[in-house]
């Protein structure tokens, strides 16, 4: 049985960019720098990871990575204040969620979610 997902770990061109990037928006770093070929922060119980690619690599849409945060619209606050353009804006989804998407310099479509509260049923 899986019990989770330990890491998540996404290809860069440019790692000082893209460490940046992650380091701005409050990711913890735990390994690796600006300068290194991998890096790892803390995403909760879980890690993200960035790994240097050779500018010959290329990828196409690939995916999406979902993050819960504790206050969706404080955190797409952050992302603005940032310098960061956020591909959506902060909505309630019909599946329970209050998300907004936002691209990492590499095209890696990210997700910054927060579960709705339940609605009582009476």
Do not use: C, K
């Not at 803390?42 to 290329?58: D, F, H, V």
């Not at 890696?108 to 509260?117: G, I, T, V």
């Amino acid at each position: 049985m899986i019990e989770g997902i330990s890491a998540v770990t996404l290809g860069t061109h440019e790692m000082a960019r893209a460490f940046r990037f992650y380091r701005a928006l409050g990711f913890e770093v735990l390994h690796g720098g600006e300068d290194s070929s991998f890096a790892s922060f803390r995403a909760g119980t879980s890690y993200l990871n960035l790994i240097a690619q050779p500018a010959e690599r290329r990828w196409s849409w690939w995916g999406r990575v979902i993050f819960y945060v504790a206050d969706v619209d404080a955190f797409y606050d952050r992302a603005l204040a940032a310098g960061y353009l956020p591909a959506t804006v902060p909505r309630d989804a019909e599946w329970g969620e209050r998300f907004f998407h936002l691209n990492d310099p590499d095209g890696h479509e990210l997700s910054f979610a927060r579960p709705l509260s339940p609605v009582s049923v009476q």
